[in-house]
């Protein structure tokens, strides 16, 4: 079983930059695809990045493409989510997941996952 905690969301005008991390514990995240998720009020949850245990392989949605950086680093059992050019539209609950399956992108591909931190980008 691995257990995931996110941190550095906050708040953060628009156009700004922001890091999450998450640390993982249990086993390590070179066995898993890891992804972050986020969830807006009234939302359902919906991927916004994954990266495989090949680290080559990244997905990332539409709308964080460009802007958006997804990376591991295995030795330090800690995936992070590097978020530039951030809009009102992307304040959400962000969550980190960790998936057995190299290339999923839907949330029920997920086995495992963090409890989220916020993220509320101001105009």
């Known amino acids: 079983q691995v257990q995931l905690v996110e941190s550095g969301g906050g708040l953060v005008s628009a156009g700004g930059s922001l890091r999450l991390s998450c640390a993982a514990s249990?086993?390590?995240?070179?066995?898993?695809?890891m992804g972050w998720f986020r969830q807006a009020p009234g939302m359902e949850r919906e991927i916004v990045a994954r990266i495989s245990q090949n680290p080559g392989s990244t997905y990332y949605a539409d709308s964080v493409k460009g802007r958006f950086t997804i990376s591991r680093d295995n030795a330090k059992n800690t995936v992070y989510l590097q978020m530039n050019s951030l809009k009102p539209e992307d304040t959400a609950v962000y969550y980190c997941?960790?998936?057995?399956?190299?290339?999923?992108?839907?949330?029920?591909?997920?086995?495992?996952w963090g409890q989220g931190t916020q993220v509320t980008v101001s105009s």
């Open positions: 997941a960790a998936s057995v399956n190299s290339y999923s992108v839907y949330t029920s591909q997920f086995d495992h």
């Open positions: 249990g086993r390590t995240i070179s066995l898993y695809a």
